[in-house]
């Protein structure tokens, strides 16, 4: 029995329907397991340790009363643990996770990110206060959560 051509052009315009949903399907997984919504830097969270700048946590002076950051989150605390850096000073931070979902937090400022395992958080404040600032972990992450913490001193 010979098909009628609408019948045929409707099977065709299905099945390539289908095709194409598929595809895009599966692109967008793909494109979500590569590249993170808002689009930062993502990082293998199994070489946190052989990867720059985390391979090196620390403090590094870009400028004048310009500094960049590097930390790494883990159960349960921030390498480093203290930081200091001049008042005045404009501080960008690049946080990563060497394990589980952390939160980056810094109470009286507006530094407040989530720190995933797998992506490099990206955050920026100018520190115009001296004082003792805490670095909090505002993501429950474990029975050490309570205790994670780290410090940043401005300083005069
Ligand atoms: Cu880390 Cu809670």
Not at 50 to 68: A, I, L, R
Not at 76 to 82: E, H, K, L, S
Not at 102 to 128: D, Q
């Amino acid at each position: 029995m010979e098909m009628h051509r609408y019948e045929k052009l409707w099977l065709m315009i299905g099945v390539g329907t289908l095709v194409a949903f598929f595809l895009l399907l599966v692109y967008s997984q793909y494109a979500m397991g590569f590249m993170p919504a808002d689009g930062h830097a993502t990082i293998d969270s199994t070489k946190v340790d052989q990867t720059p700048p985390f391979n090196q946590p620390g403090v590094f002076k870009k400028s004048d009363k310009e500094y960049e950051v590097v930390l790494v989150a883990l159960a349960f605390g921030f390498t480093p643990n203290v930081i200091e850096v001049p008042v005045g000073s404009t501080v960008h931070f690049k946080v990563t996770s060497k394990d589980v979902v952390h939160g980056f937090e810094i109470p009286m400022t507006r530094v407040n990110a989530m720190v995933l395992p797998g992506h490099v958080t990206e955050t920026s404040y100018t520190f115009k206060k001296p004082g003792e600032y805490l670095i909090l972990c505002n993501e429950y992450c474990g029975v050490g959560h309570h205790m994670m913490m780290g410090k940043l001193r401005v300083t005069e």
